[in-house]
């Protein structure tokens, strides 16, 4: 309870730096005829600044980026809160905010939660005492709520998900599939009922448990949030998700102590 | 609490309040006012709904040469699968960027007027399938540089079974130029 915000931004943070490095290696593992379409040259457009759409620049600028964010990360558990921390951590929100603006396609909401998290960390630099660690906290934890209270109620309120017959239609894709499992899923539909509602439960589960004063169950629905996002990343390749949500459970977590301690806890 | 504190604050704040009301915005009133997030800045956390994406898009080409036409070929863009995709899965963004490029592309095709329809030549979906299709050739060196080149959208279900498959777009033909680039 000491050091709970301490803790929570300095889990945040490392996740965050987790993720993009994570994020960048594969970029770098990319064949260089893959990164072309996915930094594609629109027809008019004259180029980049850093030339992201040829193939050599754009490794040189993911291994960079690799280089800044192993950097970061040591002197961050090295030093804390110091300057060249903070200049190296800028800089990556920077880039991280040129290159998803250029890559306009094959974004996912992975990306978005990891652009969002390093903006708000990096606005939050300018912000004096605790408030710098707080702020970026309670915008991240928002986030989180607002992601699985939005994926839950769409799901909710999709025809497809109520019946419970998309996961195997989902999972019987090349894109995202496991042939074996679909066909499992198709033979036992009822099995294929429960997962897809629980699904849509799991989600709900989280913001639903924020409001209430029971920290058991909260980390009930984060354990099983998490169990979520390990399935998806083992069955569908999602692996982002894995790597870039769960930076966001500290956030929350810090959130929801204010929020039911009534107190901002330092 | 200082003044640059509460600054940042509202600024956070803000783009929470934003970020929800995004969420909501087919149901709210002025759709339009969300067209200034041109960079896709705005979270969408829908995800796989409310219509999850239940078919594969497939990109087959085909290079007509002086000899005479090749068969349809199609991209590879589903053999990259390996097992430890849940830590390290590259192929992914490639995955993802060509079915968002085949989706825009249907897209805008579809609300094209009958008598502007030839100006798809001309969008960045379609130089950009275009563009995979060159690379899909220089890697393994087919690239004719007197040759004609025309490409189709397929959609299919099941990865098992493949019980369906439509042609969902056909490209004209092109020739091309000495760069490899289609004439359009």
């Known amino acids: 309870m000491e050091n709970l915000l301490h803790n929570c931004y300095n889990l945040s943070i490392t996740i965050l ?8 290696l594969e970029l770098l593992l990319i064949r260089k005829s893959f990164t072309t379409l996915i930094y594609f040259k629109e027809s008019g457009q004259k180029g980049s600044v850093m030339g992201l759409y040829n193939g050599n620049t754009k490794q040189y600028f993911c291994a960079v980026q690799i280089a800044v964010t192993c950097l970061a990360t040591y002197f961050f558990w090295m030093q804390g809160l110091s300057p060249l921390f903070k200049i190296l951590f800028a800089l ?3 880039s991280h905010l040129y ?5 306009k396609i094959g974004r996912d909401g992975a990306d978005q939660v990891r652009l969002l998290s390093f903006l708000a960390f990096s606005l939050c630099f300018f912000a004096s005492g605790e408030w710098l660690k707080i702020l970026p906290l309670f ?3 928002g986030q989180l709520l607002i992601l699985y209270g939005t994926s839950g109620a769409i799901k909710l309120g999709s025809v497809h998900w109520r019946k419970g017959n998309v996961l195997a239609d989902i999972l019987g894709t090349h894109s995202f599939g496991n042939g074996k499992v679909a066909a499992y899923l198709k033979k036992h539909p009822n099995l294929e009922k429960l997962f897809s509602h629980s699904a849509i439960a799991a989600m709900l589960f989280v913001p639903l448990t924020f409001l209430l004063p029971l920290q058991p169950l909260f980390l009930l629905a984060l354990a099983c949030i998490f169990m979520f996002h390990i399935s998806t990343a083992l069955l569908m390749g999602l692996n982002d998700f894995l790597f870039t949500i769960p930076l966001m459970y500290p956030a929350v977590f810090y959130l929801y102590k204010v929020v039911h301690s009534g107190t ?3 | 609490m200082l003044l640059k504190d509460g600054i940042i604050m509202g600024i956070l704040g803000g783009f929470l309040l934003l970020s929800m009301f995004f969420q909501m915005r087919g149901k709210l009133p002025f759709k ?3 067209r200034f997030d041109t960079y896709g800045i705005m979270p969408n956390y829908s995800f796989f709904a409310p219509n999850p994406l239940t078919n594969d898009f497939r990109v087959v080409f085909r290079l007509s040469t002086p000899n005479g036409n090749e068969g349809f070929q199609e991209i590879r863009l589903y053999k990259f699968k390996k097992w430890y995709r849940f830590v390290l899965n590259p192929f992914k963004y490639y995955n993802k960027g060509l079915i968002d490029l085949c989706v825009a592309l249907i ?3 579809k609300h094209l007027d009958e008598d502007a329809k030839n100006f798809i030549q001309i969008s960045a979906n379609y130089l950009g399938i275009f563009n995979v299709i060159k690379n899909e050739l220089m890697d393994s060196q087919k690239i004719c540089t007197n040759g004609e080149l025309e490409f189709s959208i397929l959609v299919t279900q099941d990865t098992t079974i493949e019980r369906s498959c439509s042609v969902v777009f056909r490209s004209f033909k092109h020739k091309i130029q000495q760069n490899g680039e289609p004439v359009t």
Do not use: A, D, Q, T
């Open chain 1, 17 to 24: 730096c987790l993720s993009n490095f994570i994020h960048h």
């Open chain 1, 92 to 94: 990556l929100s920077l």
């Open chain 1, 99 to 103: 290159s998803y603006v250029k890559r």
């Open chain 1, 139 to 141: 915008f991240i934890g």
């Open chain 1, 264 to 266: 901002l806890i330092l």
């Open chain 2, 32 to 34: 339009k006012i969300w």
């Open chain 2, 107 to 109: 897209h805008e095709y």
